[in-house]
């Protein structure tokens, strides 16, 4: 019997031709609609594979109906949407797609810091609206990014990027991690340090860290409080690693000067949500990876993923090797 693919979002006809040499793929065909829940569940009970995106959670109570399911490939380096325990339990594997997006990442990322840093969305509507009337010496000043102190939370593979495009401003690079990284440090001339005192020190604070247990809520009032008056908080990780009460009435009172969000918490945002309402804030709406080619690199490693899952081989983006083992024992 030919295995049975499910594929959560329209991909390009070339992804998917790649899967069909195999497999038979049905596909929820809407590219900006996400797949109802119960359409899901009905699809993820006859599955033999998954490939998935971060908006769906792929969680216990679907996991119930999958007896056939054998692997669940995301199509994003994070899988906080997916329940990796309950998924190991039943012997199935979760992949993901490390790496290819690296580059693509810390571009984002540089960008967001420099266009909040220098106000550029906020000029840019002044300029629309008819508000440039002369020059004038403290119109629109921003921060400077050359030679200012950047603190990096989170030094993977994204953060390192990140940390040598910091290089070529001359920035002095501070970072925290759950393990140093000496290497890194001999290698770029970064410095570790504790979170506080990474907090306390920079100009530039980007959030790299992958969303778990441990990093929710990560940035809070608490934390916030300890920022300079005159720095600007970069997300471009997950949003539920920064308090958002907290980050808005900071940035809202001055305690800190500015925010650029590539993440929330709830997505997509809500055009009510308080961060919306402030100049002092660019939000971008999750567009970390949103490269034509990293995006097709993406979805061609998801699909590799799934062929070599099926085809009884160990995935090369194996996220859950251990618990699989511990399970199977």
């Known amino acids: 019997m030919t295995a049975q693919i499910y594929v ?9 031709s790649k899967l069909r040499t195999s497999f038979e793929v049905r596909m929820w065909d809407e590219e900006n609609v996400p797949v109802p829940r119960d359409v899901l569940k009905k699809e993820i009970s006859i599955a033999d594979g998954i490939l998935c995106l971060i908006t769906e959670s792929i969680d216990e109570e679907l996991l119930q ?24 339990k039943r012997g199935i594997s979760v992949t993901n797609t490390p790496g290819v997006l690296t580059e693509t990442t810390a571009d984002l990322t540089f960008a967001l810091l420099m266009a909040t840093a220098r106000r550029l969305v906020e000029s840019s509507s002044y300029l629309r609206e008819g ?38 401003f001359d920035m002095n690079i501070l970072y925290y991690n759950r393990s140093r990284k000496p290497q890194a440090e001999k290698e770029l001339g970064i410095t570790y340090t504790g979170l506080n005192e ?9 959030i790299m860290t992958p969303y778990t247990p ?15 008056k005159n720095a600007i908080l970069i997300n471009t990780a997950r949003g539920g690693i920064v308090n958002e009460t907290a980050l808005y009435e900071a940035l809202k009172d001055g305690v800190i000067w ?7 918490k709830e997505e997509p945002v809500d055009l009510d949500h308080p ?55």
Request: proline share 3%; with cysteine; hydrophobic share 45%.
């Open 8 to 16: 959560t979002r329209k991909l390009p006809d070339q992804i998917i």
């Open 65 to 88: 109906n999958a007896e056939r399911l054998r692997v669940i490939s995301n199509m994003a380096v994070g899988y906080n949407n997916i329940d990796v325990e309950a998924a190991s």
């Open 131 to 168: 508000k440039w009337e002369t020059w004038s010496p403290m119109q629109l000043t921003g921060q400077d990014i050359y030679g200012a102190t950047i603190g990096i939370i989170g030094l993977g593979r994204i953060g390192e990027a990140v940390a040598k495009r910091a290089k070529g």
């Open 198 to 206: 990474l907090l306390k020190a920079s100009d530039f604070v980007c």
């Open 214 to 228: 441990e990093t929710a809520d990560l940035i809070g009032k608490e934390q916030l409080l300890l920022m300079k």
């Open 258 to 264: 500015g925010a650029g969000l590539d993440v929330f």
């Open 275 to 329: 961060l919306l309402s402030l100049p002092n804030v660019v939000a971008l709406p999750h567009i970390g990876s949103a490269s034509i080619k990293t995006r097709m690199k993406m979805a061609d490693l998801a699909a590799d993923n799934l062929l070599e899952a099926l085809q009884g081989k160990t995935p090369s983006c194996l996220v859950n090797g251990s618990g699989l083992a511990a399970y199977r024992k």
